[in-house]
């Protein structure tokens, strides 16, 4: 909120300035023609458009400085913890990840929910007989097939069972 106060009145703070600085160039456009000498009016112009191009560049510096966000605000994560948190939800087609299972939960029709150590939760969606380990922790490989679809394996079965991650 802060920064959208900052740029409101930095922008209205230009928007003054520029108009005092348009009618203060105008006036001096108007000086500048009444100079009799061409090489002294010339003189005169081009002093004008350089101060013209350094309140361009003063104004597009102070954009830029607006427009960055503060380094409180920037989060720098590690590509593998943004590949954990992000997997399942929109993956290209062919990765896996290899996770290990912490938490496993039946629900009423036999379809079981797993969370996995950095907190993904997946849920069966198919209605496949389940035959995971007993033992906790225990690890699992989930593959990306096709149409968004997800495959849980289990370490050491060939099985696959079909799950969505919905957290």
Known sequence: MKLYRKSVALTLLFGIQNTIAQADM??????????????????????LADRLNQMGQNEQHINEKMTEKPQSEIRERTIGQKFLETFGLKEP?????????????????????????????????GNQRVNLPTHLPFEVTIERGAMGSYFLYAKGQQTHYKVKRIK
């Not at 379809?111 to 069966?124: A, H, P």
């Open 26 to 47: 105008r006036h001096e456009m108007m000086e500048c023609r009444k100079i009799p000498v061409i090489s002294d009016r010339v003189d005169c112009y081009d002093m």
């Open 93 to 125: 087609e062919g990765e896996t990840i290899i996770l290990e299972v912490e938490k496993i939960k039946f629900g009423p029709q036999k379809q079981f929910m797993v969370t996995t150590s950095n907190g993904q939760t997946w849920l069966q969606t």
